[in-house]
């Protein structure tokens, strides 16, 4: 089985839609991360949690919210979903290794608004 | 802000050829560098960890070396083949990733 998991793997949802992306990982890493990929631009973080009471923005957290449910769990939701935020979402974790700080990515999922 | 560079942008090459895909950053204080590889469909995958005090790091066919104070990065594939094809990101690390928008490579049969 996948270390980190994301559902769904693909989503189509209309304008104004709230949607919920979720994210679980068995690696028992403290630290969850959500990206956005679009062509061209890279990856860039939303939100991102070094522990179950701890929850920060990045830097396009504009239009989304997020939700740690436990260690292993951690959800994106979009409350109001718009075209721009189509996208390729990805989730990561990784252990707070200092200079041997890796991180670990989930399948992604890729979200179409119409 | 962390600025990440890639160049080029694309390449593609016939099997069998070295090459060296560059990356560079514009803030020299950093934990570490990564490089990544993301297939079609697929999350990333890290190659190889260069910490700040490396120069360079070798897996394989794959060499990546690190120049810090100039904001520098480079990953060598020795020997390309058909199963190297995929787009590879660079990623220098303090605190948090910040990634590039990667080289989509081709490696031809």
């Known amino acids: 089985d996948a270390d980190v998991t994301q559902t769904p793997r693909n989503r189509i949802t209309k304008t104004g839609k709230r949607i919920m992306l979720e994210c679980s990982q068995t690696k028992g890493h403290d630290r969850m991360y959500w990206y956005r990929q679009d062509p061209g631009l890279g990856l860039r973080l939303i939100y991102y949690?070094?522990?179950?009471?701890?929850?920060n923005k990045g830097e396009i957290s504009d239009g989304y919210s997020v939700s740690r449910q436990a260690q292993a769990k951690f959800s994106l939701s979009l409350e109001s979903a718009i075209p721009n935020q189509t996208a390729l979402y990805f989730c990561?974790?990784?252990?707070?290794?200092?200079?041997?700080?890796?991180?670990?990515f989930g399948p992604g999922t890729r979200l179409l608004v119409l | 802000k962390q600025e990440v560079t890639q160049i080029p942008a694309a390449l593609s090459v016939p099997e069998g050829e070295n090459l060296v895909l560059n990356c560079s950053f514009t803030?020299?204080?950093?934990?570490?560098l990564q490089w990544f590889r993301q297939d079609p469909g697929k999350g990333l995958t890290s190659l190889l960890l260069?910490?700040?005090?490396?120069r360079e790091q070798t897996s394989g066919r794959l060499n990546a070396s690190l120049d810090k104070s100039s904001g520098r990065s480079t990953l060598y594939i020795a020997a390309s083949q058909p199963g190297d094809s995929a787009t590879y990101l660079c990623a220098p690390y303090r605190g948090k990733f910040y990634f590039g928008s990667g080289t989509k490579l081709n490696v031809k049969p």
């Open positions: 803030d020299s204080a950093i934990y570490n």
């Open positions: 260069i910490q700040s005090s490396q």
């Open positions: 990561a974790t990784s252990a707070g290794l200092a200079e041997k700080e890796t991180q670990y």
């Open positions: 949690s070094f522990d179950v009471k701890d929850i």
